[in-house]
């Protein structure tokens, strides 16, 4: 039951007759709609466009021509940092709507859609403005011999990369369209989201707010439909330059495929299933509340969450217990209800691979210390599930689940722990959780991860460099390392 008022602007929006953003303006389309459910009622919320493929090609002429006009690339940095400032601004002060919509249409927490995906985009939003007026190359000096006597002055200069298209996927709707979004903004490029079918709303609101920002119609289009449709096309369009894509492996995997036709850059943030390493000599009150936020924020639909849990013996049991005394008091419930702690699944098809995963740690012997059922209802609930007995060869050791279970098991040695750590084809994040300040130096290295927290976990900030190894994923997003993955680095040699 929802205990939050509706904004009418919010209810405004539902009712609206949806479709691409292109060029400043909405485009309507004749062609198949896609429900947008709300998933702690299965009720449909509103319908949107999936693409044709026409409306598609608009989107990236419409994009490629703002690139070439320099609207966007040509202006003064610190004209794009004041008006992506201003962006920042509409969005924070939109910040309930827009956490309204994510929260209806993606079934999470509203306490969590404002404190986190409204604030972490925001300061995102904030930095990333920033660094237009912050890209720079570098100068050399060159020993080119030719011709005798000549000198030479070179150096490189950092160029938007071009058109680039932001495939997102329905964890983190707002945030992960920011974080595609805002690099290619401020590195002078124009852009594409295509969110994803679930949970489109909030890209498309983003896209009038940038437009009322003073963002040049053209520089920023939202399409919207089918993954393999829409998405194909964008990333194996000759005139996209840069794909960014966050979802599952193996889709990500034939993007990178797609891409390599036409040599578009692309980076990858796919998925992971990442281990939180607790030794002997944890605190281990702070590690029940880190197993609490890192495997259960957003009902563990997150990339990074902890899933597979190694606890050293002599702790395990205690850690279990506390562990599964926390996670079965948390109220469930509608995200739109303010006292809720655990929220729906995304989708029916979301909660019904999670109880599979959970189903089949019950045949291969898991004990299921908490949680382990749907609830009944129209809502997609799963209670949140503490596993024990787990074997690390068992699926739901190994297969990234994307939803709220979590399976403890024991260690006793910690070379043993970190070689069970690494022994997955992930390598997206991991945390280690320790009070001896050597060992953590010392293991933090040997950890095959993009991130390694100790005493914490799926905390990320803006300037943190943030991606995969291994099949979790290919660049990285945030900070610097960003900016040059928007950027093409042009050398400059002046003879004189
Ligand atoms: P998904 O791969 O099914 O879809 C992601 C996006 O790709 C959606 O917008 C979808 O419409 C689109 N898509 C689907 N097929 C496509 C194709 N052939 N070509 C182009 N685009 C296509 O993933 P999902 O189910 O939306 O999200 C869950 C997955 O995302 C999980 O595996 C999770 O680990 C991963 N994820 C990773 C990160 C990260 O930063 N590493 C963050 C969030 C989610």
Redesign the pocket.
Known sequence: MSNVEILPQVTAFLDRRHGCFIDGQWVLAEGDSIAVVNPATGQTLCETLDAPLDIVERAVQSSHKAFKSGVWSSLRPADRERILLNFTRLVEEHAEELAQLETLSQGKSINMARALDLNATVEFMRYMSGWATKIEGQTFDVSIPLPPGARFTAFTKREPVGVVVG??????PLL?AA?KLMPALATGCTVII?????TPLTAMRLAELALEAGIPAGVFNVVT????S???V??SHPLVSKVS????????K??GV?CMENMTRFS?????KNPMIVLADADIGKAVQGAILGGLLNNG????AASRFYVHRSIHDQFVEALAAAVSSMPIGDGMNCDAAINPLVSRK?QQSVLKHIELARKEGARVVTGGELLEGDGFFVQPTILADIDHSMAVARE?V?GPVLGVMPFDDEDAVIALANDNRYG?AASLWTNDLGKAMNLVPRIEAGTVWVNAHVLLDPAMP???VKQ??MGR?FGRAVIEAYTELKSVCIAH
């Open positions: 495939i997102v996927p329905w964890n983190f992960i974080w295509k969110p994803a079918m679930e439909g089918g993954g393999a829409v998405g194909g964008l990333t894509f966050t979802g599952s492996t193996a889709v990500g034939s993007v797609a990858l943030e796919l998925g992971g639909q997150v990339c990074a979301q990234e994307f997206l943030f991606g995969g979790s994923g997003e």
